[in-house]
């Protein structure tokens, strides 16, 4: 849903690192299989230090997750407001995105991206019933004449 820089190359990007992912785990399991039936210690050792690659690497991701973590909410904060700009647009890629939180919204009862139905400006008339809310729950607040999810 989220848009920053160019959205067709950061996707195809993000689509490629997980096809990677994906076959290098798949490959490491097939060979630890194969390693365990004919009782290969050579396979074996390759699966063992694939696995702690693969262990290494999520413990490096996670240290650097949390040493730049005020960047990494930076980011997806300015991401967010680039983004709230789309939500009261109406060319192509801003219909595009709203029609993807609109998806979202109903899926996670929510509404909006950072100030609730606020951001969805003058388009939000037409676009309420995705923010819409029954009356006895308690995450609900009126916006504009209309019960809508507070977040």
Known sequence: ??????SVTSSYVSVNILIAVGSVIMILGFLGCCGAMRESRCML???FIGLLLI????????????????????????TLYENIKLLSGADKEAEAFQKALIKFQKEFKCCGLVNGAADWGNNFQENYKSCECSSSSDACVMYEGKQVYEQ
Not at 1 to 6: E, P
């Open 55 to 78: 262990l290494l690497l999520q413990v490096a991701a996670g240290v650097l997750g949390a040493t730049f973590k005020s960047e990494s909410e930076r980011l997806l904060n300015e």
């Open 1 to 6: 849903i989220l848009n920053s820089g160019d």
């Open 45 to 47: 050792l390759l699966f």
